[in-house]
């Protein structure tokens, strides 16, 4: 996906993750007045919420490796007026450009531990920024229910390479987001804990709900034309393509859910 298409998909997603998001952060009580570290910050949708949470005198710093999400970043935080309360860095989480004990906390979502990058690296670098007794968290899309009175098509679509959420085809098990707690403890991290975060949509969809679906749609099952069987394609292809007649969205008891789930603990370094 080419950058303008992502940070595209990451605004029409907003509405539909940052109730959730939300949650999952007031969920760790940050410190009124921390400052804090959102790794893998995208475009600095959730250091706008992490902002919320510590209060005016917190700060946050969102890293990422794209300059280009973090320029939109900026824009959109400057347009929020948080431009005292927020700042980006460019960077790689797994050579996090601060130094060791530099933030009260360290916050990630969709990114450490989630897809293709070897988790340990990661979180051992967000622990080593963070002050002793600071939290370190990761959340994450853990899972979904999207075309409702179909489900053996939905687990046949899960089930295809890139339908497998939260995973990357082929990857070792131990390295699957939801075994999180396991890497955690290997690092010492005090307390581990992990919580799941439900979020659910019915009809009659609002418009900015049912853009967000579709966009999910199109890029949640990427593989279906190539994994799929004639008869599951066909049926894919009635249900979830918006010009069908079928559309699923369409129905009038539409009703679909998602989860987040969190990790989290206490650095101990
Ligand atoms: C799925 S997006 C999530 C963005 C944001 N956390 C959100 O939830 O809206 C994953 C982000 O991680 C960033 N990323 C991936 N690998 C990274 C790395 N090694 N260091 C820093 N950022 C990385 C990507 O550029 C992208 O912005």
Redesign the pocket.
Known sequence: MDTDSYIHS?LVANPLRKSTLRKVIETLQLPPGSRGL??????G??CLLLAEAVGIAGHVTG????KE?LNRGEAIVEEAGLSERISFKK????NIPFDNKTFDWAW????VGYGP?EPLPLLRELARVVKPGGIVAISGWSSENLLPGYPRLEARLKATSGGIAPFVHGKNPEMHFLRALSWFREIGIKEPDAKVFANSFHAPLSREIRSALVDLFNMRWPDAELELSFDDLSEFRRLCQPDSPSFILNISDYYAFFTYTLFWGKNDK
Do not use: E, R, T, Y
């Open positions: 990451l959102d790794a893998g910050c995208g475009i949708l959730q890293l990422d490796v794209s999400f960077g790689d989480v797994g990630s979502a969709d990114c990058l």
